[in-house]
């Protein structure tokens, strides 16, 4: 059974940071490409970040390239996702998700992920 657990969302002011983090077994950190997705209100769930399962490779949106930055800790079985210059219209709930699929296009896209954690809110106020 692959187990997702994220944690560290929160409130915060617009130009903050916050960095959340997704916990996972270690047979799903060794095999699986990870990634990071986010449902704002009212919206579409949408692709945030990925990584691959050698850590070769990192993929970001548009939206937030440059500002969030996705690592994965071996040692630890964790993935983060560390997000700086926080705005409003990062406002959402954030998803860890695990995939084997491989490459840009699979890695962007949230129904090649078969696991799921359950999300993290976080708000940025203005």
């Known amino acids: 059974q692959v187990q997702l657990v994220e944690s560290g969302g929160g409130l915060v002011q617009a130009g903050g940071s916050l960095r959340l983090s997704c916990a996972t077994s270690?047979?799903?950190?060794?095999?699986?490409?990870m990634g990071w997705f986010r449902r704002a209100p009212g919206k579409e769930r949408e692709f945030v970040a990925a990584?691959?399962?050698?850590?070769?490779?990192?993929y970001y949106a548009d939206s937030v390239k440059d500002r969030f930055t996705i690592s994965r800790d071996y040692a630890r079985n964790m993935v983060f996702l560390q997000m700086n210059s926080l705005k409003p219209a990062d406002t959402a709930v954030y998803y860890c998700?695990?995939?084997?699929?491989?490459?840009?296009?699979?890695?962007?896209?949230?129904?090649?992920?078969?696991?799921w954690g359950q999300g993290t809110q976080v708000t940025v106020s203005s």
């Open positions: 998700a695990a995939t084997q699929w491989v490459g840009i296009s699979a890695l962007r896209n949230q129904e090649r992920y078969g696991y």
């Open positions: 270690e047979r799903t950190f060794v095999k699986y490409a």
């Open positions: 990584i691959t399962w050698t850590a070769g490779n990192t």
